[in-house]
């Protein structure tokens, strides 16, 4: 059974840090492009960062370009996404992704909140 799970969401302040983990099971995780995406009510889901299966190479979106670092342990099935000085439009719920060719994984989402 593919399982994406997603952790670490929860309540921080302006300017502070969350880390967001994705544990993956059920499938070979170390060949997939692994992303991260966020959603807001309402509005369509954005992608937030990419890296590629080795981790050599990593994209993100404008607005959390030196801010945010998507990171991945292919030893231990997980993908990672550090994320610094949050600002409030940084809520959102948090999606893990997983794609190779044309299959594609989705976790369950973990919700951040940045409010004082």
């Known amino acids: 059974q593919v399982q994406l799970v997603e952790s670490g969401g929860g309540l921080v302040q302006p300017g502070g840090s969350l880390r967001l983990s994705c544990a993956a099971s059920?499938?070979?995780?170390?060949?997939?492009?692994m992303s991260w995406y966020r959603q807001v009510p309402g509005k369509e889901r954005e992608l937030v960062a990419t890296?590629?299966?080795?981790?050599?190479?990593?994209n993100y979106a404008d607005s959390v370009k030196g801010r945010f670092t998507i990171s991945r342990d292919n030893a231990k099935n997980t993908l990672y996404l550090q994320m610094n000085s949050v600002k409030a439009e940084d809520t959102a719920v948090y999606f893990c992704?997983?794609?190779?060719?044309?299959?594609?994984?989705w976790g369950q989402g973990t919700q951040v909140t940045v409010s004082s």
């Open positions: 992704n997983a794609r190779w060719g044309t299959t594609v994984y």
């Open positions: 890296i590629t299966s080795s981790g050599r190479f990593t």
């Open positions: 059920g499938f070979t995780f170390s060949p997939y492009v």
